[in-house]
């Protein structure tokens, strides 16, 4: 039984200079289901539901709601159609209250006042209709990122559209909170809403999907019922070429214990960590999402001043008290939010790879240009990085930012290397080469911390896999018990796997 | 999981919105030990009137500063707003000349928003700007010199009439406060304000209509300025193109002191009346002490760099900004 | 024809960056052309020196404003900083008096740079502050007195000429080739640029960010210190009164040469030609006769005009960017 076309694009095109993001895409949306959008980051996903939600005007073709040709002169047009679109980047104001941040658009009047009891009262039954527990008067700046999470979720439902689009709504929420998502959108899809979901995670989109399109460099590859295919098919379809998820790596360079870290604590964060790093090791770190794994990772690196811990690198005790010192004793780090934390935007990317070393680099007082220069040009070349040197980093795609990252870190010829979610928010392609360049490296001797959400990448890349679950440490596994199911048991907490 | 509003402790009520009131007690009792004529009635009367010139614009700064920026023009403002008065009076009395110079005061708050909105210029840099433009335009209008109103005494009354004993600037003062808090906190405009104040690109994807909230703020900024502009005209009975070239810089002072956030989105009119009470006092206490005008300058911007540095080293760790929340 | 283009292109390339450079070039000619007292030697001579006096303490603000910072306090440092000059040297008729001047100038700098960097105090907050304190310690030191010295080896200082060449104008171009050594070839000037992009990015990258903005704040106090002996120099004195709204002029030569306020990028070069162009303008209106009122009312207007055309100019050079980079053989981007 087909149903009726809710929202659909004919022959969408939009253009950013030099970059043609979506090419006459066609696809309709049907009323009532469950679509998921997967493509590569850069396959115009974003720029679709952007469109689709009057963020930006398509450059040709156009957008009908039921039918019905629309043009949005904003979001707000778009809102009134029926369109919900809750963004990847909060769109949260942090100095409102939670009952504020709800009725912004319409705040409830009482003469020229505002009618605070009813904002609160709209707030709750919100609330308790969709099962999520805030306090309306909180400030939204003092919400964890997940609260923040489902507010906007909140929000968007509160909104009674139609028809809702989520851009990786999940990204920030654990896996109580995604399950409570999960029954938000089977609620609001029984109640005839539909929902277009953008997602990385192929489980999600199988679990919850009727129908899953995927784009691919602005085009739209095809769109499948997602009970007719299966995730090797539809990564195929992304990437346009196969890629082996099962490949494993094998460390075989493995030395002596290089880098310990002894009563690793930080009070509210996690406690009495213990652990040993080898030569040439892979050590992951997984967990759910607050266990305090990227935390351990942060303050091993004197990211944070609260708590304590013991280090010993060679056989020295070391005094670690700012990412300086870290560094100077061999110990390199690479962040998980490049954005804010990783890149200088406006810099070149020469600039942005050598920035750790220029000590080295100096020649009488000065930055020697040309030992620059060749200093980049060889980790260029070696990972395959596609950039000219004096292009701003912010120009770079996700990719090359994050390789640049990498080779800030490697060129310290550090010993441990500490690598935050490394390949997050990259495309399939250079998410398979970042895994080379760390398994290369690791094999050459150099001690790697790997800290990622992203299990098949753990899996693919660890020879040992140490696992956090509310901050204390569950224990290590190895060899054959580096796979999903052990994992999982010991991050949610449970007894079962090897210790 | 419901979170509690965390709870307060008695540092970080110190430390906090209330801080600059404890301040002010301080201030006043070392001040009224060093100089105890300070606490006469006829004193008191005098602190509260000089006051209520950077408390009166302060409210309008504080609307601006909450938003997230600064209007440096404000001194221009207040200065053209006496020339105007001074110029027009001989033609259309008193009242009409008021009046007119609010018309000319709110335009040009107007245009100041507009050259923000429109032109997508920083607030900071686009009323560096206009205060030159606009001390420009009141100096060509005077011709550099000043103009004096000495014989209009019942323009005098505006500032030195009573009410139950109590000086009229400071009713206005007063006044403007309740009107001020009234706007911040029960209308939608207050919303409005801390919405574009804290994050401006999601208050714009959420229908507020920022762009008409910061014309409005800085109307606001101007008609505060225009008023503080009437009462000292009143004062002094002349008007000079070049006053008020710091009285910006006073009015943010007021603003920061008392304690609203300059990230923008959280303001604090009562803290800005305490804090322009407070440097009253001070001018007030430091003349009575024998002590020029440089030296309050002085002292006014020690305490400035002094209380902030007590805050930021009494306040936790997380708003330091050195941990993640 | 292959070469030509490629020539063109270059020229095409270094405009972009340097975009002040082409409005001063236009702007030149024009006035060449239609005013006749502009073609004098002597009046474009006199146009750099006046350029250098906001130019040299404009090198300083160029970092202050790259690393994400903003100095209002210049115009009180400088009053200081010229009575405490004209007082030593009344003293003791030293030469090494302009040392000391420039070391004071560094403390007052390195005093701002501790209260923004160690106590976290906003800059726009923190040299509000030091505007007040600076220019009230100037009144109580002279008591509100001005304070001459007219020694010949001073006074050629701020007046004398080099082959014709006004030496305070030299003496800007020789700093600013400093300046820019020390933006773009030292670990600090890239520490200064890099905390102006992500402050955070910066630390992690084991870099030290407050010494980084001591440092900018520094170097203001440092050019500021020089351009006092300059323009006490110029004028044989004085008073705890001069320079008022200096520093407007001083930030306002940052940003039209095209250094953006969020910070991040800048060119101390481009300064250096705001700086001149800056002076250009008001040298123009003055042989119109323009209304000294008047000048003030458009040297805002360019003002405005040069802010509202810098966020343009940002965005026009990041899509430039990336698309030379798109059109270049070396790989597609996405």
């Given amino acids: 039984m087909e149903r009726e076309t809710i929202l659909e694009a004919q022959e969408v095109s939009k253009v950013f200079p030099g970059v043609m993001a979506l090419d006459h895409i066609n696809l309709q949306i049907r009323k009532g289901e469950i679509h998921s959008i997967i493509g590569e980051n850069g396959a115009g996903k974003s720029t679709l539901m952007k469109v689709f939600s009057g963020v930006y005007p398509p450059d040709a073709g156009c957008i009908l709601v039921e039918g019905k040709p629309v043009v949005f002169k904003g979001v707000f047009d778009a809102l009134k159609n029926g369109i919900s679109i809750i963004f990847q980047e909060f769109n949260l104001m942090p100095e409102l209250t939670v009952a504020e941040n709800i009725s912004i658009s319409d705040l409830p009047k009482k003469g020229i006042t505002i009618d605070k009891k009813q904002m609160i009262k709209r707030a709750t039954d919100l609330f308790d209709s969709i099962g999520i527990k805030l306090n309306p008067n909180m400030l939204t700046k003092d919400l964890s990122v997940s609260q923040c999470q489902l507010l906007e979720i909140a929000r968007a439902v509160g909104n009674r559209s139609k028809i809702i689009i989520m851009d990786e709504p999940t990204a920030a929420l654990n896996n109580e909170e995604s399950e409570l998502l999960f029954d938000i959108i089977t609620q609001l899809n029984q109640q005839g809403t539909t929902i277009i979901y953008i997602s990385h995670r192929m489980k999600e989109v199988f679990d919850i999907s009727d129908r899953i399109t995927v784009l691919r460099d602005g085009k739209l590859v095809c769109t499948v019922d997602a009970k007719d295919t299966d995730q090797e098919t539809m990564v195929k379809k992304m990437v346009g070429r196969t890629i082996y998820m099962t490949e494993k790596f094998h460390g075989s360079n493995i030395g002596e214990v290089i880098y310990s870290v002894r009563n690793a604590s930080v009070p509210g964060l996690f406690k009495d960590i213990n652990f040993d790093v080898r030569k040439g090791e892979i050590l992951g770190v997984a967990g759910l999402m607050g266990c305090g794994n990227i935390e351990l990772a942060k303050k091993i690196y004197s990211l944070i001043p609260e708590g304590s811990c013991e280090q010993r690198l060679d056989g020295k005790t070391l005094s670690i008290n700012s990412p300086s010192d870290a560094m100077s004793h061999g110990i390199a780090f690479v962040t998980d939010d490049r954005k804010n934390s990783g890149i200088f935007e406006k810099v070149s990317a020469k600039e942005n790879a050598t920035i750790s070393i220029l ?30 040197e004096d292009q701003m980093m912010v120009n770079l795609s996700g990719g090359n930012q994050q390789k640049i990252l990498v080779s800030r870190a490697l060129m310290t010829n550090c010993k441990v290397l500490i690598l935050l979610e490394p390949t997050r928010g990259i495309d399939v392609g250079a998410k398979y080469q970042m895994h080379h360049i760390i398994h290369e490296f690791a094999e050459r001797g150099i001690a790697v911390i790997v800290v990622s959400s992203d299990l098949p990448e753990l899996i693919k890349l660890s020879d040992r896999v140490m696992v956090m679950c509310n901050g204390e440490q569950m224990g290590f596994l190895e060899g054959d018990d580096i796979n999903e199911n052990c994992i999982m048991l010991k991050a949610a907490g449970l007894k079962g796997g090897s210790v | 999981m419901t979170d509690k509003i965390k709870p307060r402790s008695v540092r970080s009520f110190i430390t906090g919105k209330y801080f600059i009131f404890v301040l002010l007690i301080f201030v006043f009792a070392f001040f009224a030990i060093l100089a105890p004529v300070l606490c006469t009635t006829e004193s008191i009367r005098n602190i509260l009137v000089n006051a209520s010139l950077t408390a009166i614009s302060g409210c309008g700064m504080t609307f601006a500063i909450t938003l997230g920026g600064f209007d440096l023009s404000v001194g221009s403002i207040m200065a053209l707003s006496t020339c105007i008065i001074a110029k027009t009076i001989p033609t259309i009395g008193i009242p009409a000349a008021i009046l007119f110079a609010f018309v000319v005061a709110s335009l040009i708050g107007v245009v100041n928003g507009l050259i923000i909105t429109k032109l997508k210029i920083q607030t900071f840099v686009a009323t560096l700007a206009t205060q030159v433009i606009i001390k420009g335009i009141a100096l060509i209008y005077t011709g550099g010199l000043s103009v004096s109103v000495f014989s209009y005494t019942q323009l005098k009354a505006f500032s030195s009439a009573r009410i139950l004993g109590i000086p009229l600037p400071v009713i206005i003062m007063l006044l403007v406060f309740l009107a001020s808090q009234f706007l911040y906190s029960r209308c939608r405009f207050g919303v409005y304000l801390r919405a574009a104040g804290s994050n401006e690109k999601a208050a714009r994807l959420s229908a507020v209509p920022v762009d008409k909230i910061i014309i409005w703020a800085f109307v606001l900024t101007a008609a505060t300025a225009c008023l503080a502009g009437v009462i000292t005209v009143s004062q002094v009975l002349t008007a000079s193109a070049s006053t008020g070239s710091t009285f910006a810089l006073s009015a943010i002072t007021v603003v920061v002191l008392g304690g609203t956030n300059l990230s923008g989105g959280s303001g604090f009119l009562g803290g800005t009346v305490v804090a322009a009470i407070m440097i009253s006092i001070i001018e007030n206490g430091l003349t009575l002490l024998g002590y020029s005008d440089d030296i309050q300058r002085l002292v006014i911007g020690a305490i400035l760099i002094v209380s902030l540095t007590i805050k930021m080293f009494m306040s936790p760790l997380v708003k330091r900004g050195e941990v993640a929340a | 024809m292959n070469s030509a283009n490629k020539i063109i292109g270059k020229i095409r390339n270094y405009f972009r960056n340097h975009t002040i450079l082409l409005a001063f070039l236009i702007m030149v000619l024009l006035l060449f052309v239609t005013t006749e007292r502009f073609r004098s030697m002597d009046n474009f001579l006199s146009i750099l020196q006046e350029a250098s006096f906001i130019g040299i303490a404009g090198l300083g603000m160029t970092f202050c404003i790259i690393a994400g910072g903003l100095d209002l306090s210049s115009g009180s440092m400088i009053a200081l900083l010229a009575v405490i000059n004209m007082m030593l040297l009344k003293a003791t008729n030293s030469f090494l008096v302009i040392f000391i001047v420039i070391f004071l100038g560094a403390v007052l700098g390195t ?10 105090m906003p800059a726009f907050i923190a040299t509000l502050a030091t505007f007040y304190i600076f220019r009230a310690i100037a009144y109580i030191i002279t008591g509100g007195n001005p304070v001459t010295y007219s020694e010949k080896w001073f006074v050629w200082i701020g007046n004398g000429k080099v ?95 095209g250094t953006a306020l969020e910070g991040g990028k800048g060119s101390v070069f481009n300064t250096v030609v705001a700086a001149i162009f800056y002076c250009s303008i008001s040298n123009a209106m003055t042989l119109y006769h323009v209304d000294s009122y008047v000048i003030s009312i458009v040297t805002g207007v360019i003002l405005l005009l040069a802010f509202a055309l810098n966020p343009i100019m940002q965005i026009v050079e990041v899509y430039r960017n990336r698309a030379d980079a798109k059109k270049s053989k070396s790989g597609e981007i996405k």
């Avoid at chain 3, 005093?111 to 976290?120: A, C, D, P, Q, T």
Wanted: with cysteine; charged share 20%; net charge positive.
């Fill in chain 1, 359 to 388: 000590t080295r680099l100096k020649k009488l007082f000065l930055i020697d240009v040309k030992q620059e220069r060749k200093c980049f040009a060889d980790y260029v070349g070696e990972f395959q990085i596609k950039c000219q």
């Fill in chain 3, 111 to 120: 005093f701002n740079g501790i209260l923004v960097s160690k106590v976290k």
């Fill in chain 3, 163 to 257: 082959l014709g060449i006004p030496f305070s104008f030299l003496l800007m171009i020789v700093l600013a080739f400093f300046a820019h050594l020390i933006l773009t070839r030292t670990r600090i000037g890239r520490t200064v640029v890099a905390i102006g992009n992500s402050p955070e990015a910066s630390r992690i990258s084991g870099l030290n960010n407050d010494l980084a903005t001591i440092f900018s704040f520094m170097m203001v106090g440092i050019t500021v210190a020089i351009s006092s002996v300059v323009i006490s120099s110029r004028l044989w004195s004085a008073n705890p009164r001069m320079m008022d709204g200096y520093e407007f002029k001083v930030i306002t030569a940052v940003v039209l040469g």
